[in-house]
């Protein structure tokens, strides 16, 4: 079944895609020879006859090309290899004299047939924020914690104050400020913080102390009611304390917890420090509490915050508001881990091919299923938002054989005032493919790897 659920995501993210390209080659009148779904042999094609389009099933390239009432139609397929997808054509890659080429339409026309793409992921990744946002709402930068006499509350920052802009970096959502702080670790150097009280801006400059910080070392579900355990580290507090997966935690420190938003909740307001936490669980009906003291993980630098990551609702303008910001989110994200990638601050193991995707999904999609169809699909449309994100902005690269490939070619030709040698061009996108192979072939056995581990 998870297999299932990621063919169907990956093929609507694609096919959404080369729905964009197919689109506006129509609109441009490029001749289109096919459009397929999945990669490989023919499985089953529909062709345009005198009765209409019929479908034919493996159709062999020989039969595709030689057969004369199909010459002058465009053909659907399904091919077998449930990944990808293509809009296929004439004269994209070879040299052809027919004005419905797509080489012989002006490059204008051609460049937004390129765009069209990675545009209709994004416009995918808009509406699935729609439906998660309009249902679950959005996460405000809200403080929902200041330590005792941490930079923030010597600077009079107070818990309700939201967050606008962080050291230069403009701040529409939590997971902003929460991402911007992990690709950018705090230090001793003094930064900037605009947060918004009572409809007034304010503007302090904090300088950070160097801060402690304590695990339990435990995973909940995130959304689910009760609060289950659903991962525990090896050799941290929670395992040597004797919890189990599939505990179900109704009480720390005497605070009743109804689910895992109340627990996420109690750890924002109460942030996990050297003195030891009671835990009171449930396991086969019989409750227990123990007292678990929380390990040292690390020393960093902060500010005294915590910054809300809840999800509330908000109106019909406010949804139109968010989604594009939950789209802008995904996109900068993408950008700025790219940037690490180079960088060298990713290592291999953090990057996740085809095969570890599926297992996200997989893992995403047991771990909510028990919450019934409606959370299974919040939780499948975030990734969906995040992956088609990711397609546009990866498409939009300056790599040959990809969309950002041909659209350089395609700027050189309108400061050159003409276009680059076809013969030319086609040999970079193939030198490009090939790479981008194995690339790929890298990323899956690495994928393999990390689940034999």
């Not at 090309?65 to 990944?83: C, F, G």
Request: net charge negative; glycine share 8%.
């Amino acid at each position: 079944m998870n297999i299932i659920i990621a063919i169907l995501i990956f093929s609507i993210i694609i096919v959404i895609h080369e729905l964009g390209h197919f689109l506006l080659a129509k609109k441009n009148g490029i001749f289109v020879t096919e459009f397929s779904i999945g990669m490989g042999p023919r499985i089953i094609t529909f062709v345009k006859t005198e009765k209409g389009y019929r479908p034919r099933f493996f159709l062999s390239q020989h039969d595709f090309d030689t057969t004369a009432e199909w010459k002058d139609t465009t053909k659907y397929s399904w091919k077998l290899l449930p990944i990808g997808g293509s809009c296929i054509m004439m004269g994209e890659d070879e040299l052809v004299e027919d004005a419905r080429a797509f080489s012989k339409k002006g490059v204008w026309a051609r460049i937004s047939v390129v765009l069209a793409g990675p545009i209709f992921n994004f416009v995918l990744a808009f509406l699935l924020a729609m439906f998660i946002i309009g249902i679950a709402g959005y996460d405000p930068a809200t403080i929902v914690n200041v330590a005792k006499d941490s930079p923030a509350d010597l600077a009079g920052i107070k818990v309700g104050d939201v967050i606008t802009d962080f050291d230069g970096k403009h701040i529409d959502i939590g997971r902003e400020a929460d991402t911007y702080l992990q690709m950018n670790p705090l230090t001793k150097a003094d930064v900037s913080v605009t947060y918004l009280r009572d409809g007034k801006k304010n503007k302090v400059e904090l300088t950070p102390v160097l801060d402690k910080v304590y695990m339990l070392g435990f995973r909940y579900q995130g959304e689910a009611t009760p609060a289950t355990v659903s991962e525990l580290y090896e050799d941290m507090p929670m395992v040597k304390a004797g919890i189990q997966v599939g505990d179900v935690i109704v009480k720390i420190d005497g605070t009743p917890i109804a689910g895992d938003k109340e627990l996420s909740q109690y750890f924002q307001a109460n942030p996990i420090s050297d003195k030891p936490v009671a835990i009171t669980y449930s396991r086969n009906g019989v409750e227990n509490t123990i007292d678990v003291s929380p390990s040292l993980i690390s020393e960093a630098y902060s500010i005294g915050t915590t910054i809300n990551l809840a999800r509330e609702k908000t109106n019909v303008l406010g949804v139109l508001k968010y989604s594009a910001v939950e789209v802008k989110y995904w996109i900068v994200t993408t950008i700025e881990s790219l940037g690490q990638l180079i960088g060298g601050k990713v290592s291999k193991d953090e990057i996740a091919g085809p095969v570890g995707i599926v297992n996200i999904i997989g893992d995403t999609y047991q771990a909510s299923r028990s919450e019934g169809l409606l959370t299974v699909l919040l939780n499948l449309a975030y990734i969906s938002i995040l992956l088609s994100a990711n397609l546009g902005v990866m498409n939009l690269l300056p790599i040959p054989a990809l969309d950002g490939g041909r659209l350089v070619f395609l700027l050189l030709e309108v400061f050159r005032g003409k276009p680059v040698d076809q013969t030319k061009e086609g040999l970079v996108h193939m030198i490009g493919l090939v790479a981008l192979m194995i690339l790929m072939v890298f990323v899956m056995f690495n994928d393999i790897s990390r689940l034999f581990q």
